[in-house]
Nanobody, 117 residues
Framework: VQLQASGGGLVQAGGSLTLACAAS????????MGWYRRAPGKQRELVAS???????DYRDSVKGRFTISRDNRKNTVHLQMNSLKPEDTGAYFC????????????WGPGTLVTVSS
């Protein structure tokens, strides 16, 4: 199983970026897919997640600005980030996990997002 993330970069405050995570090696239609981030000097935190049924969840600080979506046919999850703020800076990681049998939990490599003021 491999998760590959892309789309990070440097953007000015108020700008937009779209992160993409492609999963391979098995089908993840029954999994929760999500994006986490680790800001400099802070612990990793959940940014957004989407369940197998399409139910989304966002941390309060990104609500109204970020949109998570998934494509089960392509095994991908995207994070559209608008109105970016300097506090959104960090390494972003995609995660795919299933808590029901058979359980699994996979993390992708981080992709760096830097928002300049």
């Amino acid at each position: 199983v491999q998760l590959q993330a892309s789309g990070g970069g440097l953007v000015q405050a108020g700008g937009s970026l779209t992160l993409a995570c492609a999963a391979s090696g098995r089908t993840f239609a029954a999994a929760v897919m999500g994006w986490y981030r680790r800001a400099p000097g802070k612990q990793r935190e959940l940014v957004a997640s989407v369940s197998s049924g399409g139910i989304t969840d966002y941390r309060d600080s990104v609500k109204g600005r970020f949109t998570i979506s998934r494509d089960n046919r392509k095994n991908t999850v995207h994070l559209q980030m608008n109105s970016l703020k300097p506090e959104d800076t960090g390494a972003y990681f995609c995660r795919v996990r299933r808590t029901m049998t058979p359980t699994y939990d996979y993390w992708g490599p981080g992709t760096l997002v830097t928002v300049s003021s």
